[in-house]
C-alpha cells in the first residue's frame, strides 16, 4: 500500500540521471540545502561495489538509501522496486524522493521502472533531470556522446553543468546539437548542479507524455563494457603513494572517486575525483562518514586485458600501505592534484 505524502498526495519521484561525473551527486545536494523544509528521500545506485555514493549525499539524517551496487539498468531494477515499496511502506513519507541512478545507467529503463511503480499505484514519476557535462561532452568518444544524447532525449529538463569549465561556444555547440536530437526540452546552464529548485520540485516542469522506455524485454549490455575496481581500508595511506598513483591513472579509467585518508594527517578526510582529465583533491566535511572506514575508492574504466589487471594492482599496492608499484611506461598523462592532467 502506498503512503501518500503528508498533503494526501503520492509521494512524486524525481529521477536524476546523466552520464559518469556529469554532476549529478552535486545536484543533489544542492537540492538538499535548498529543500526549503521539503523532506526528502535520496535514493542512489553505486555502481562500485562499496556505497561510496552514498557517502557523497550530504543529509544529516538517514534519509538517503542505497540500492545494489550495479547497474540498475540492467540487473536492479526488481532490486529497486523491493526497495523504494519496502521504503514507503516502512517509513513516514517524504515530501519528495530524488533517485539518482549510476553513471552508467540507462535512464529510460529505470524510468520504464518508475512508471511501473506509478501505475501499481506507488508514487508519482514527476521528472527526469539529466545532466550534460558541458566541459567534457566533445571530448568524449562518439559512442559516449551519441548514448548521452540519446539518454538526454528523454528527459524532461536538461542541466548543462559546469558551466564555469566550459568554453562557451562548446556550449553554443551542445545546444545546437540537443535541439537538433530532442524536442524542446528546456536546456539550462549550471555550475555544480546550482538550479533553480522550483524547476526541479515546482509545478514548472511536468513528466513528458512521450517518455520513451526501452524495450522491457531489451537489456542493454553496454554496463558490461565498464569494469569498476572498489578497495575499503581501515587503515589511512601514504599521501606520496596516493598521488603518484592518481598521477598515472591512465585515460580509460573514466572515472575515480575517493574518499581517503593520509597517514600524515589522519584526521582529515579527503574527497578525491577524477572525470575525464580533470583530478581534485579536497577536504570533505560530511559528518555521517562512517569512520571506520579510513578510505574507500572506485574507479570505473573500460579496457580489457592486461591494462586493466594492471590497474588493480596498482590500486591494491597503494590501499594495501605497499609504497612501491609497478610503473607504466606508457600512462598518456601525468595529474597534478588539484588540476588538469
Ligand atoms: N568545476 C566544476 N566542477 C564540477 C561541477 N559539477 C560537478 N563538479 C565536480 O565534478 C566531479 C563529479 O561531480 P559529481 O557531482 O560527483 O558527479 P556525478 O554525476 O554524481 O558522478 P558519478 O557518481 O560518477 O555518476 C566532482 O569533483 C565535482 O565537484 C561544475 O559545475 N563545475
Known amino acids: ?13 524525481v529521477l536524476i540521471g546523466g552520464f559518469l561525473g556529469a554532476g549529478k551527486t552535486s545536484l543533489i545536494n544542492h537540492l538538499l540545502v535548498r529543500a526549503n523544509g521539503r523532506k526528502l528521500a535520496v535514493f542512489v545506485n553505486d555502481f562500485g561495489a562499496i556505497n561510496l555514493d552514498r557517502d557523497l549525499i550530504e543529509t544529516e539524517d538517514e534519509s538517503k538509501i542505497s540500492f545494489r551496487n550495479g547497474c540498475v539498468c540492467c540487473t536492479l531494477n526488481d ?59 566533445f571530448d568524449m568518444g562518439f559512442e559516449h556522446r551519441e548514448m548521452i544524447i540519446e539518454h538526454a532525449a528523454c528527459a524532461d529538463i536538461l542541466v548543462l553543468n559546469k558551466s564555469d569549465l566550459a568554453e562557451s561556444r562548446a556550449v553554443i555547440r551542445l545546444r545546437d546539437l540537443i535541439s537538433d536530437a530532442t524536442e524542446a526540452i528546456p536546456a539550462i546552464e549550471a555550475d555544480f548542479g546550482k538550479v533553480d529548485e522550483d524547476l ?62 593520509f597517514i600524515e594527517d589522519p584526521t582529515t578526510l579527503l574527497l578525491f575525483n577524477l572525470v575525464s582529465t580533470r583530478a581534485t583533491l579536497e577536504k570533505f566535511g560530511q559528518k555521517n562518514v562512517q569512520p571506520d572506514n579510513k578510505c574507500k575508492f572506485v574507479m570505473i574504466a573500460k579496457e580489457s586485458g592486461e591494462d586493466l589487471a594492471w590497474l588493480e594492482s596498482s590500486l591494491h599496492s597503494v590501499f594495501n600501505g605497499k609504497t612501491s608499484r609497478r610503473d607504466r611506461s606508457d600512462a598518456k598523462t601525468k595529474t597534478e592534484l588539484g588540476h588538469d592532467r
Not at 500500500?1 to 519521484?13: D, E, F, H, L
Not at 519496502?86 to 519528495?96: I, R, S, T
Not at 524522493?97 to 508519482?124: F, K, T, W
Open 1 to 13: 500500500m502506498n503512503k501518500a505524502a503528508p498533503n494526501g498526495a503520492r509521494v512524486p519521484i
Open 79 to 137: 532490486d529497486f522496486v523491493r526497495t523504494i515499496t519496502a521504503f514507503l511502506q516502512g517509513n513516514a513519507a517524504p515530501d519528495v524522493i530524488v533517485v539518482e541512478i549510476s553513471g552508467v545507467a540507462d535512464p529510460r529503463q529505470m524510468g520504464a521502472s518508475l512508471v511501473a511503480l506509478e501505475n501499481a499505484g506507488i508514487g508519482r514519476f514527476d521528472a527526469h533531470v539529466y545532466m550534460l557535462d558541458a566541459a567534457n561532452f
Open 200 to 261: 526541479v520540485f515546482g509545478p514548472q516542469i511536468s513528466r513528458r507524455d512521450d517518455f520513451c522506455p526501452t524495450d522491457a524485454g531489451a537489456r542493454s549490455d553496454h554496463a558490461a563494457a565498464y569494469t569498476s575496481f572498489s578497495v575499503s581500508t581501515k587503515g589511512c595511506i601514504h599521501r606520496a603513494a596516493f598521488e603518484n598513483f592518481a598521477a598515472m591513472l591512465p585515460r580509460f579509467c573514466f572515472r575515480a572517486k575517493g574518499l581517503v585518508r
